[in-house]
């Protein structure tokens, strides 16, 4: 690491976030910026597998997310991804990439060819919401706090990849990883709203396959976080995003319910509270209107 | 000795009166458990206090509740832990709350029902061997390590903790869940039984089946005997998909074809292809699209269409199925040659009957890391 304060990071922002959730890569890109953390973009690492390519070949899951982080040791940075599935996939493989050294020479064989090969040791990958929390830090993030989010009620939702199971997910280090998105929140002037689906699954794994169970489980937690009174919601996993905002319409004809609430990417919500300009982050492209957001903010006198 | 508060979720089954919660101070050793807890309730405060429980020792699987939220076994949790884990957030003076199981229906305080959503879903599944052929004159004749494939899931205490923490079920009562598919594949995964093939199509045919499981991860944080149902249920979807090439009816084995091809072909997600190959595959691809799957697609259409017109999908790329770009360089040619490696070898490294040697977590400190080696730390099974 350089001996600058400045944060530096080799950067998965995975699919989602430069497929059908770009205002997430961009927001992301903005607030970096106004939070002076350098991004390397790993842009020839590969997909993750969103646990999909594991559930057809265990060991190409793992070979593939090899490649990805021996790629992100090569920039000799520690890696940082912005999606909870990234994350928990990533560090499902790691955990057996980790654990046997037999296993692991046999994959790093595959990535030879590619002068990649990947080393536990010292290595690090942690989602955008750890790194604000850990490395950055909240003190100092409530201090660039130019917009604070007062009296906005805000329902986080965590997305089951970073929060189960906690051994893998560095929950004997770090146990308070499953509170940092309420912690943020606060540290960015919004008021928590609790409900009972903070920590519970989007639906989005099993949106082609069980369409509606999928769908009734995004309509049920986007109807408990309207009655709790929530304002919107913020998440740290694209996929999340995809159930309760894109298919938001059709999880309210699953569950007849009227449903109608924005749902904010992690790096909006920061970006909001930095005094970056809501059409840069991108809420105009959401599918659930967040003009109810905007509305509720104080203007920024630049 | 030390004071514990332990708040209950009370219910009577007489007609009229609904669940209540009800506060009891016990004064216990903190290594004791929340049963040893609930037990001093029931002897010294209030006799009528319903608790189900026997061994004391995490065996007979019959203490299942709620502690904190969590499902879990109330003689396998400490009092101090569980003390510690209702203050964590806010200050030392939350009480520990014990709730019954969750997804059952409550018969008394913390006696649940387990008859229709796990005792009826674990006979669903056929629990027992189906030997092929006549068998043996004396006993059947395996290779030890044939059966430490099936260990994990002979470790299950039917304890329901899984049932009451799962998130489809709690979506869908009907899904079959995971302590019966975790029992499936201890069959499917036993070389004495000769119905392999039709369990698995029996299960990834179900609509309520393996393909019903939104990988939540709740059953593999709740079982307290290390079993992980989840990843059971991810190796019966391996076996039915690519050993046995299912063509299921709820686009589980073309999803995850479509989903690996994608990968292959591009290095990262082409979501419009995705869509397309997962319900219409056969315009690409070897299969045929099956019946529904045209009418899946156009279920589809109208959140296709909400992309579009929300600027999500504006660009060319993502909404013409195939046209998004490969990874740069050679780089997708490294990604095709770890596919050809990886289906040559197909290693499944199972970490339950291999252990760790390191601890898990993402952001392992050098210095731990070279402790783990001097001390040469390996994990064992629970
Ligand atoms: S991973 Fe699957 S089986 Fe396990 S709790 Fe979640 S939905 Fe249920
Ligand atoms: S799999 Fe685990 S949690 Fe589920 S019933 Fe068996 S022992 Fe209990
Ligand atoms: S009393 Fe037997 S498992 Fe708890």
């Known amino acids: 690491m350089s001996p600058a304060k400045n944060l530096k990071f080799a950067y998965w922002p995975g699919c989602v976030s430069r ?57 000799g940075l520690p890696m940082m991804n912005i999606c909870s599935t990234c994350q928990g996939a990533q560090s499902e493989c790691r955990q057996r990439l980790d654990a046997d050294k037999a296993y692991r020479e046999h994959v790093n064989g595959a990535l030879a060819e590619e002068g990649l090969s990947y080393d536990p040791e010292g290595f ?64 960015l002037g919004g008021t928590v709203v609790e409900y009972d689906g ?66 904010l990417h992690l790096p909006q919500l920061v970006g909001l509270a930095l005094g970056i300009d809501p059409k840069e982050l991108g809420l105009g492209k959401h599918v659930a209107s967040t003009k109810w957001v905007i509305d509720r903010l104080e203007p920024v006198s630049a | 000795m030390a004071k514990f508060s332990l708040k209950v ?72 832990e569980a003390k510690e884990w209702a203050n964590r957030s806010n200050g030392n003076s939350e009480p520990i709350t014990i709730e019954p199981m969750g997804n059952m229906p409550v018969i008394k305080d913390l006696v649940t029902d387990m008859e229709s959503t796990h005792w009826q879903k674990i006979r669903r599944v056929t629990p027992w061997l189906l030997p092929k052929g006549d068998p043996p004159e004396r006993e059947y004749i395996v290779p030890p390590e044939s059966m430490i494939d099936v260990t994990q899931t002979m470790a299950c205490v039917q304890c329901g903790a899984c049932v009451s923490a799962c998130l489809s079920m709690e979506a869908d009562p009907d899904f079959v869940g995971p302590a019966a598919l975790a029992k ?42 290390g079993v992980a149902p989840m990843d059971q249920i991810m190796r019966l979807r391996r076996i ?65 269409l909400r992309a579009i017109r929300s600027g999500k999908a504006r660009s060319a790329e993502k909404l013409v199925p195939g046209i998004h770009p490969k990874l740069p360089g050679d780089a997708q040619k490294h990604v095709k040659r770890i596919y050809a490696h990886a289906e040559e070898h197909r290693i499944e490294l199972n970490l ?30 629970a």
Request: glycine share 10%; hydrophobic share 35%; proline share 5%.
């Open chain 1, 124 to 187: 690090s990958n942690k989602n955008f919401l750890w790194v604000l929390v850990e490395d950055y830090g909240l003190q100092k993030l409530k201090n660039r706090v130019v917009r604070p989010l007062e009296g906005l009620r805000v329902g986080p939702f965590y997305g089951c990849y970073v929060l189960r199971p906690r051994h893998r997910l560095g929950y004997d280090q770090h146990p308070e990883r499953d509170l940092y998105l309420e912690k943020v929140i606060e540290a």
């Open chain 1, 198 to 263: 903070a920590r519970k699954c989007c639906g989005f794994p099993v949106i082609t396959m069980s369409r509606e169970v999928s769908l009734r489980q995004a309509g049920t937690h986007l109807g408990d976080a309207m009655d709790a009174g929530a304002d919107c919601l913020v998440t740290p996993c694209p996929l999340c995003h995809l159930n309760l905002d894109m298919q938001q319409p059709e999880a309210a004809k699953v569950t007849g319910k009227d449903l109608d609430l924005a749902v």
């Open chain 1, 19 to 75: 497929g059908f959730t770009t205002e997430l890569h961009g927001s992301m890109a903005l607030v970096a910026e106004k939070l002076e953390i350098e991004l390397v973009e790993l842009d020839r690492a590969n997909c993750c597998g969103a646990g999909v390519i594991a559930e057809h070949n265990q060991e190409l899951a793992d070979t593939l997310n090899a490649r990805t982080f021996a790629l992100a040791q090569q920039t």
């Open chain 2, 9 to 80: 979720r009370r219910f009577k089954p007489e007609p009229g009166e609904g669940p209540y919660w009800e506060n009891f101070d016990v004064d216990l050793d903190p290594d004791l458990s929340v049963l040893d807890g609930l037990l001093q309730v029931r002897d010294q405060q209030d006799g009528s206090l319903s608790v189900r429980c026997s061994c004391k020792a995490a065996i007979c699987g019959s203490c299942g509740v709620k502690i904190n939220g969590q499902s879990t076994l109330a003689c396998k949790t400490r009092l101090s």
């Open chain 2, 352 to 381: 339950y009957i291999k252990g760790e040697e390191f601890g898990g977590g993402d952001d392992n400190e050098a210095e731990e890391l070279a402790e783990n080696e001097l001390q040469g730390k390996e994990g064992a099974p």
């Open chain 2, 184 to 225: 499936a594949y201890r069959f499917v995964g036993d070389p004495r039984d000769g119905e392999r093939k039709e369990r698995l199509h029996d299960l990834a045919q179900d609509p309520h089946g393996i393909y019903n499981c939104t990988h939540c991860f709740a059953c593999v944080e709740a079982c307290p005997k």
């Open chain 2, 240 to 304: 039915a998909g690519h050993d046995e090439d299912i063509d299921d009816v709820n686009n589980g084995r073309r999803h995850e074809l479509a989903f690996v091809n994608i990968i292959e072909q591009k290095g990262t997600l082409d979501e419009a292809l995705l869509l397309q190959e997962s319900f219409a595959p056969g315009i690409k691809g070897k299969l045929k699209p099956p019946r529904g799957a045209i009418k899946a697609l156009f279920d589809n259409i109208p959140t296709a």
